[in-house]
């Protein structure tokens, strides 16, 4: 491979060579009479010389460049315990407030008969980031997250398999410049066996994702989801589907999030029905049963979290499914840490961003399978990142580089998101606010899964815009009545907290009241009381405007001008302000005691 490209039988190749090689000496008889096309008689170590003045300082990070490795794996795993090279140390400190998982014991003489590689919810990070708890250390990026992978495979010495659980390309400049195809290409060339469909995979539309199906160099699988018309399950979705791998036969099934068509554009699943459950897994599991696979796995973007107890949509799955029928589960969608045993089947999940990397060792038991998992921590500064993939992230990048480092303007303090999305935040009140004022209406609703990033005090640039809000929506002006102003409220606290950020207006709720009834009393900025019987103008986004998140009270209603870019509207906001911009308040849905 040169340059990313597979190297043909056909290509020609410029090669600089030193005098010795070239003649064809230590048994390099292939280059000698080669054509010369650069001949000055220079020495070597005057080069160097000359170099090493012009530099002053050698930094070694600017030459440890790991631009080749054998293929097929088998063959790079055989030469490196042939020569008892170990794997490479990637785990570092886990971060703050994570708890290990008990491990079971193992032998030191015994191996693996499968290790599992798996990342999940990539959302397009194809380069390394800096996180609040990374300590300025660069973290993630498809060149140290190939390395990661490629140390924890050859470490193994054992057949391995690398899975992503869904949600690989929506979320950042890089990737949505062309609706993921440079992230899609990524994980082919890092070597991605399969990849589950997350809802996140339809944000671009039927069309897209099945062009970035049929250019990808793994498989997409997901077995749940149906045609609604006919319950079948559609010619271009892949269930499931076999692995040789060594001796090894794995299977791995698909599974998408069952919720995908409350939280995705209408449209854009349109035609699909996604099934919940072990019954909808129940034909393929028998199917798969038949081929009698060695392992199976199920890849599925499907979460959940573990705290004092693990709790979420994957745990319940397990628990569901037939003994026995699948041997281990990549977890994804709820961008959280899960390394753990549910139902005899080892689950994990490796956080979000590829900021880490999930290893799920099974080994050979009298009884089945045992699984033993590990989260790691992805650390540029602890790998040697695949050179080629490095060049690929920046090409992509220096493309989007003028827009995304475009200043807009200054905060005095910072704009923060949190994990929890039921809580209010100043991201999402700014959001809103934003909307609210652009859009010159009565109130706005912001539903705060759309909120994606929080935003450092500081410089202002486009990019951390884009980070906040990356799914391209447009927003737009509905005239609502105070009913339906109501019911969007009282949709928002559903669940017993607020599920979006709000601006014009204060909301007085009871957690304590059943659902549908929590709303005590709504007063606008100019003190007057939400009156059902009014007529409000209401600034929304579009995925909301149609329904998205379950606010269908927005759809159908008259719309006011024309729709204006989500970006767009926070840039101008942000340019109208007094400059730093303080963060706005974040106590406008108040409980009642």
């Not at 600017?62 to 315990?81: C, G, H, I, Y």
């Not at 409000?536 to 719309?559: D, E």
């Amino acid at each position: 491979m040169v340059g990313g490209r597979d190297v043909a039988p056909t290509d020609t190749f410029s090669l600089a060579l030193n005098s010795y090689r070239a003649s064809g000496a230590g048994g390099y008889g292939v280059l000698a009479g080669a054509p010369v096309l650069y001949d000055k008689n220079e020495n070597i170590r005057q080069l160097l010389v000359e170099d090493i003045q012009k530099r002053q300082v050698l930094d070694p990070a600017e030459f440890a460049d790991k631009n080749w490795r054998l293929v097929p794996e088998s063959a790079w795993r055989q030469a490196r315990a042939l020569f008892g090279v170990e794997d490479p140390v990637v785990q570092a400190s886990r971060r703050p407030g994570d708890e290990p998982a008990p491990r079971p014991s193992v032998r030191a003489s015994e191996r693996p008969a499968l290790r599992i590689l798996a990342i999940n919810d990539l959302h397009g990070a194809i380069l390394p980031r800096t996180y609040s708890w990374s300590n300025g250390r660069q973290v993630g990026g498809v060149a140290a997250l190939d390395a990661a992978m490629d140390s924890a495979a050859v470490g193994c010495r054992c057949p391995s398999i690398r899975l992503s659980a869904g949600d690989e390309m929506q979320g950042t400049i890089e990737s949505n410049l062309l609706h993921g195809r440079a992230t899609v290409d990524a994980l082919g060339r890092m070597g991605i066996a399969a990849a589950a469909l997350g809802n996140h995979e339809f944000d671009w539309g039927l069309d897209t994702l099945k062009a970035r199906m049929q250019g990808a160099k793994f498989v997409w699988l997901s077995a749940n989801i149906v045609d609604s018309s006919t319950g079948q399950r559609p010619a271009w979705i892949r269930p499931w589907q076999l692995f040789a791998l060594d001796t090894l036969r794995v299977a791995v099934v698909g599974y998408t999030f069952a919720g995908t068509k409350g939280i995705t554009f209408p449209e854009n699943t349109s035609g699909l029905r996604f099934q919940s459950g072990a019954s909808a897994l129940q034909d393929v599991l028998t199917e798969v049963k038949a081929q009698r696979p060695h392992v199976t796995i199920l890849l599925a973007h499907d979460g959940g979290f573990c705290d004092s107890t693990c709790h979420g949509e994957i745990f319940d799955l397990a628990q569901e499914l037939p003994k026995g029928a699948v041997d281990a589960i990549v977890s994804g969608h709820s961008h959280s840490l899960i390394d753990t045993t549910i139902a005899g089947i080892p689950v994990i999940q490796a956080r979000s961003n590829g900021s880490s990397l999930g290893i799920l060792d099974l080994y050979r038991t009298a009884d089945g399978w045992r699984g033993i998992g590990e989260v790691k921590n992805v650390f540029v500064d602890q790998v040697t990142p695949d050179s080629g993939l490095g060049e690929l992230a920046y090409q992509v990048r220096r493309q989007t580089e003028p827009l995304a480092k475009r200043r807009i303007a200054r905060l005095a303090q910072p704009l923060l998101r949190h994990d929890d999305e039921h809580r209010e935040s100043a991201a999402g009140n700014f959001i809103a606010d934003a909307q609210r004022n652009v859009r010159r209406t009565d109130l706005a609703i912001m539903n705060t899964g759309g909120v994606r990033a929080s935003v450092a005090a500081g410089e202002v640039t486009y990019e951390q815009l884009y980070a906040m809000q990356p799914f391209g929506n447009r927003v737009q002006t509905v005239r609502l009545s105070g009913k339906d102003v109501r019911a969007a409220l009282e949709h928002a606290l559903a669940d017993g907290y607020p599920y979006a950020a709000i601006s014009g207006i204060t909301v007085k709720w009871d957690p304590k009241r059943p659902a549908g009834q929590r709303v005590r009393e709504v007063t606008f900025r100019n003190k007057k009381k939400l009156r059902d019987k009014d007529t409000y103008t209401v600034a929304a986004n579009s995925y909301m405007v149609s329904g998205g998140s379950g606010f269908s009270m927005l759809t159908g209603k008259p719309q006011v001008g024309e729709s204006q870019g989500d970006i767009e509207v926070l840039e101008l906001y942000l340019k109208r302000l007094p400059q730093p911009v303080p963060a706005p308040d974040t106590n406008r849905w108040q409980e009642v005691k």
